[in-house]
């Protein structure tokens, strides 16, 4: 499968922003997908991931509470709408797939084998 993000760009603070993740591929509706976002200087983190089938959710404790994901199968795209960003939101959003992963490593970047190409998010104050 074939990962492409969109929907970066600058934010004020407090601001929202729609993130896109569009799959191309056979069976998409088998792939677990996350999002993880990279700042400069910091390593790699789970911001939430969406599972295969039913589409269980998952997120990390940079979004509870702030971003919400879904998909579509239909279309192919997951989406992470972000609510009340923050300035250390500021990063690289990389939107990752893996086929019928495991429920124990959904938030581990390792397992998964298909990146898009990342979306930068600036919030400023």
Partial sequence: VQLQ????????AGGSRRLSCSASGRAFINYTVAWFRQAPGKAREFVSAVKYGLGT???GDVAKGRFTISRDNDKKIVYLQMNSLETEDTAVYFCAAASLLHDDYYDTDQYY?????GTQVTVSS
Wanted: hydrophobic share 30%.
């Fill in 113 to 117: 084998n298909f990146w898009g190409q």
């Fill in 5 to 12: 993000a969109s929907g970066g760009g600058l934010v004020q």
């Fill in 57 to 59: 959710k998952y997120y």
